[in-house]
């Protein structure tokens, strides 16, 4: 009895170690995928390969394909957090739940949609010519609805399985659209609970399916990648189950599923084939990086340490207005010449030091103001 209990609180903690030590990493992903480069695999000759065909091909898969995981991830790590040791559901949970994510997720949405328009109306008023009333006349025409919802739209030419249009909005904070998703679907958490309690995996199945041809609602804040992995790291723990043991009981169908829909994606890119595969992609990268980490988190090989994961959140609600775009400046100042070597140079400098002054900054807030940094991080 006592080698199983000890079996399950081991299990259990290579949970939260994988967690813990995936949370940086990915969040460095998600400045990666905002650097945007220009890349199409497409246009590279394989018999009469250049310097240039290795930039375009790490640029790719930084920035297109290896971010696909991110989402997954953080919404399934996010579903199983919520209902983790729920032992019933009733009111009291949902509102002890609701007061929590108020403080964790919304109050941090609000501030950080708003400090950028902060920052950019001082930016402006710097140039005494008017602009900063022009800005934000240009914020009151679109309206606080949106500036919170859907100030951005993008990906108007996607389109799913289907044929369907599929564009994807945001807001003001481009990023925080992740945000959105969830405070919505943690609202809409007691339906998540019961439609997981009666239609049990079936209804993962019915929902990956939608995932995987994007047949799902086009409404602002209901995306079917939250709905999803949200209810899939749900499904695991309201059943009681480690979806790191879970998934390491499949792990080389995981990983060779991985790696032959990561080649697809990458060398297909902008293909309909490379369409088909992208969600496949997301799925079992996502599977294969927590199978790979708590492998290695299990063998010592590295260890889970939060001091950088506690900088993920900074990072995340800073990094898209605030920093990338000046270290995007820099970078282009301090290497001004263009060939192989320089662009791929270009390509990790800039997200590099925009991590880099994202970290530097929120230590330097810690030290000098940590109450503000607790209620701009809504406590985290």
Known sequence: MNSIQIKRTSDTELLSSTITWLRFPLMAA???????????????????????????????????VITQIVVPCFFMFSGYLYFYKLKEWNKDFYLEKTKSRFRTLVIPYIIWNLMPILAYTLLYLKDFDGSSLEYL?????AGIFKVFWNFHV????????????????????????????????????????????????YGIIILGIAYYTGVWLTIPGFSISCFFFFSLGAYFSINNKNFVTELNKNKRLWLSIMVISMFIVTFYENTELAKFFYPIFAASGMAGAIIIVSHLLSKGKIKAKSRLSKTSFFIYVTHYVLIINYSNRIINYLFRSEN??????????????????????????????PGLLNILLGGR
């Open 340 to 369: 192989a070597f320089i662009a791929i140079v270009k390509y990790f400098g800039s997200p590099l030091i925009t991590i880099g002054f994202c970290i530097s900054m929120y230590y330097l807030l810690k030290k000098i103001t």
């Open 30 to 64: 998600v400045v990666f995928a905002h650097i945007n480069p220009n890349t199409n695999m497409q246009l590279i000759d394989y018999h009469s390969l250049k310097w240039m065909d290795l930039y375009c091909l790490i640029a790719t898969l930084g920035t297109y």
């Open 137 to 141: 006349k240009s914020i009151k025409d």
């Open 154 to 201: 993008w990906g108007t030419d996607l389109t799913n399985l289907v044929g369907w249009s599929t564009p994807i909005n945001g807001p003001y904070n481009l990023p925080l659209w992740f945000l959105r998703d969830l405070i919505v679907i943690q609202i809409l958490s007691p339906i998540i609970y019961y439609f997981i309690r009666y239609t049990r995996l």
